[in-house]
């Protein structure tokens, strides 16, 4: 049996995206040229006034209900709230509306049995105005409801307004989508494109010195002593200081990551390891990471003394100590080191965390996320295989995730996006995702959303002020080999905004800051450093 060939390679694409740019100011801004068109119909629900009232006990719950050909679209009801404000925005692909007409009915959710219908308007769509970026958004207006039979009614009013427009409308984010009409609930929020910034991680750099006056449980035996620090969920521990006595040293760096804002606090204990494997504590610190010096150049950090409180109870009470041990330590947020949370070699920012070391901006990186084709089916949905998917697109600290466009294979997007550009030796990642949260939130496995793999992209590779438009194959390696997970169409453009920084960045400035190479971290500790990077990222 002959076996299908499989195409892996990468395809240049020729989509029909415009060549229009628009600048504002000294920055450069995305003008939705890397992407093609896509048109919408935009209804905005706004409020109504004046219902006539069904009820028998005279309270309405009314929502608005949008048709048009097979798609319904409701806003929220108001379970019995005074005023009647929605302010919802509806976007309807203008490629797949099959009808000629458009009708938005207002019902009352209180009216199970019978008919629940307070009124409706009737729009043709071949009304509607065309309302086109940069103009803003049509001015809603108050239309008068009519009956089943189309005969305006005495009371009540719906405002409302409708236009045609593209992606590139201020509205389109915030907005329902056609594309997930099978959605809702709070489910109807993860289809929505967003972007996001990481928090700024700093390194915590506790170095121990030593301690003085240490009162152990027992004078007839050599104390085992090492010191234990705790930020949030991650614990550290030094070594058993060699020193067998009440004066044990250590001078041992202690690295966890921490992120602004610093709400944390450092616990740092003394502990003795008695011979019966069991810990007793030695006394104990508490050090507020706002509290802590923030250290930008590459100095060391004043070492200071600790003192250790311990609690001790006589007869069930707590009694009062008049003797402190004392810990000697340098502790620091140091801010001239990176905060990896990505591997070395894929890295999209090399950028110190503090902010006023940070290097001149030497352009504006752009992409199109256009569409992806041949996707694999990814779950089944009433017994019929499907995928629901977004794109996740990561540069620096900044994500974007657009729309979730579900049960398609042949998924379109058409979003735009644009980032800051401090280095060339930085990689683009964007990855496929298939959203397992939409129905419920009935998330199988580890309720994390499966990859179909992602593209990386070094920006070092590619000209200024070029447009690359290409098709790349979404491979996973299997144990039999390659799989062809699909294919994502980009386009993807880097703009110089400064060529004398460009300059510099390829002539005089390493790759990492000045603090990696004066008091460089070793492999082990980037790695440990990296992960709890990313145990942060994944709580925020």
């Given at each position: 049996m002959?076996?299908?060939?499989?195409d892996?390679?990468?395809?240049?694409?020729?989509?029909n995206i415009?060549?229009?740019r628009v600048?504002?100011g000294?920055?450069?801004?995305?003008?939705f040229?890397?992407?093609?068109k896509?048109e919408?119909?935009?209804v905005?629900?706004v409020?109504?006034?004046?219902?006539p009232?069904?009820?028998?006990n005279?309270?309405?719950d009314p929502?608005?209900?949008?048709?048009?050909g097979?798609?319904?679209?409701?806003?929220?009801?108001?379970e019995?709230k005074p005023?009647f404000?929605?302010?919802?925005?509806?976007?309807?692909?203008?490629d797949?509306?099959q009808?000629?007409?458009m009708?938005?009915?207002?019902?009352?959710?209180?009216?199970?049995i019978?008919?629940n219908m307070?009124?409706?308007i009737?729009?043709?769509?071949?009304?509607?105005?065309?309302?086109?970026?940069p103009?803003?958004?049509l001015a809603?207006?108050?239309y008068?409801?009519?009956d089943k039979n189309g005969?305006?009614l005495?009371?009540g009013?719906?405002m409302?307004?409708?236009?045609y427009?593209?992606?590139a409308?201020r509205?389109?984010?915030?907005?329902?989508?056609s594309?997930?009409?099978?959605v809702?609930g709070?489910?109807?929020?993860?289809t929505?494109s967003?972007a996001y910034?990481l928090?700024?991680?700093?390194?915590l750099r506790?170095?121990v010195?030593?301690?003085r006056?240490?009162?152990?449980g027992s004078?007839?035996?050599n104390?085992?002593?090492?010191?234990?620090a705790?930020?949030?969920d991650?614990?550290?521990?030094t070594r058993?200081?060699?020193d067998?006595?009440v004066n044990?040293q250590?001078?041992e760096?202690?690295?966890?990551?921490v992120?602004?804002?610093f709400?944390?606090?450092?616990?740092?204990?003394v502990?003795?390891r008695?011979?019966n494997n069991?810990?007793?504590c030695?006394?104990k610190?508490?050090i507020?990471?706002?509290?802590?010096?923030q250290r930008?150049l590459?100095?060391?950090?004043?070492?200071?003394?600790?003192?250790?409180?311990?609690i001790?109870f006589?007869?069930?009470?707590?009694?009062e100590?008049?003797?402190?041990?004392k810990?000697?330590?340098?502790?620091?947020?140091d801010?001239?080191?990176?905060?990896?949370?990505e591997s070395v070699h894929?890295?999209?920012?090399?950028?110190?965390t503090?902010?006023m070391l940070?290097?001149a901006?030497?352009?504006?990186?752009?992409?199109?996320?256009i569409?992806?084709?041949?996707l694999?089916?990814?779950?089944?949905?009433d017994g019929c295989e499907?995928t629901d998917?977004?794109?996740l697109?990561k540069?620096?600290p900044?994500?974007?995730?657009t729309?979730?466009v579900v049960d398609?294979?042949?998924?379109k997007?058409n979003e735009?996006?644009?980032?800051?550009v401090?280095?060339?030796?930085t990689?683009?990642t964007?990855?496929?995702f298939?959203?397992c949260?939409?129905?419920g939130?009935?998330a199988?496995?580890?309720?994390?959303?499966p990859?179909l793999?992602?593209v990386r992209?070094?920006?070092s590779?590619?000209?200024?002020?070029?447009?690359y438009?290409?098709?790349y194959?979404l491979?996973v390696?299997q144990?039999n080999g390659?799989?062809?997970?699909?294919e994502l169409?980009?386009?993807?453009?880097f703009t110089c905004?400064?060529?004398l920084?460009?300059?510099l960045v390829?002539?005089?400035?390493p790759?990492?800051?000045?603090?990696?190479?004066?008091?460089?971290?070793?492999?082990?500790q980037?790695?440990i450093?990296?992960?709890q990077?990313v145990?942060i990222?994944?709580?925020?």
């Amino acid at each position: 049996m002959a076996v299908e060939k499989v195409d892996f390679s990468l395809k240049e694409t020729s989509p029909n995206i415009g060549s229009d740019r628009v600048f504002g100011g000294e920055k450069l801004t995305s003008s939705f040229d890397l992407v093609e068109k896509m048109e919408f119909l935009f209804v905005r629900i706004v409020r109504a006034r004046d219902l006539p009232l069904k009820a028998v006990n005279g309270i309405i719950d009314p929502y608005v209900e949008i048709k048009i050909g097979n798609y319904n679209a409701t806003t929220k009801n108001f379970e019995k709230k005074p005023d009647f404000e929605w302010n919802q925005v509806f976007a309807f692909g203008q490629d797949r509306l099959q009808a000629t007409t458009m009708e938005i009915t207002m019902r009352d959710k209180e009216l199970i049995i019978g008919d629940n219908m307070i009124g409706k308007i009737t729009v043709a769509l071949h009304e509607v105005p065309l309302c086109l970026p940069p103009d803003s958004p049509l001015a809603s207006q108050w239309y008068k409801l009519e009956d089943k039979n189309g005969f305006t009614l005495r009371k009540g009013e719906l405002m409302l307004a409708m236009w045609y427009s593209t992606q590139a409308d201020r509205v389109f984010t915030d907005a329902w989508h056609s594309d997930s009409a099978i959605v809702s609930g709070e489910s109807l929020l993860n289809t929505r494109s967003k972007a996001y910034l990481l928090p700024r991680l700093w390194y915590l750099r506790v170095n121990v010195i030593q301690a003085r006056d240490l009162v152990p449980g027992s004078k007839d035996r050599n104390p085992q002593v090492y010191v234990k620090a705790v930020v949030g969920d991650v614990i550290l521990r030094t070594r058993v200081s060699p020193d067998k006595n009440v004066n044990p040293q250590w001078n041992e760096d202690l690295m966890f990551v921490v992120a602004k804002p610093f709400f944390d606090s450092l616990i740092v204990t003394v502990e003795d390891r008695l011979e019966n494997n069991t810990i007793r504590c030695l006394g104990k610190c508490v050090i507020r990471l706002s509290n802590v010096e923030q250290r930008l150049l590459p100095l060391p950090a004043d070492p200071l003394w600790y003192t250790l409180e311990d609690i001790v109870f006589e007869d069930g009470m707590e009694k009062e100590v008049n003797f402190f041990s004392k810990l000697n330590m340098c502790v620091s947020l140091d801010g001239g080191y990176h905060g990896f949370d990505e591997s070395v070699h894929n890295g999209s920012d090399y950028r110190p965390t503090a902010k006023m070391l940070w290097t001149a901006m030497i352009g504006v990186l752009e992409l199109g996320i256009i569409n992806a084709s041949g996707l694999q089916p990814i779950k089944l949905r009433d017994g019929c295989e499907t995928t629901d998917a977004y794109c996740l697109a990561k540069y620096g600290p900044k994500w974007v995730k657009t729309r979730t466009v579900v049960d398609s294979f042949d998924p379109k997007w058409n979003e735009q996006y644009s980032w800051d550009v401090y280095d060339l030796y930085t990689m683009l990642t964007i990855g496929v995702f298939d959203d397992c949260h939409l129905h419920g939130g009935d998330a199988v496995g580890d309720g994390k959303d499966p990859s179909l793999e992602k593209v990386r992209i070094q920006l070092s590779s590619l000209a200024t002020n070029k447009i690359y438009t290409y098709s790349y194959p979404l491979l996973v390696l299997q144990p039999n080999g390659a799989k062809k997970m699909g294919e994502l169409q980009l386009a993807i453009r880097f703009t110089c905004s400064s060529y004398l920084s460009l300059f510099l960045v390829y002539t005089m400035n390493p790759l990492l800051p000045e603090m990696h190479h004066i008091y460089p971290l070793s492999i082990y500790q980037l790695d440990i450093l990296r992960k709890q990077a990313v145990r942060i990222l994944i709580r925020v």
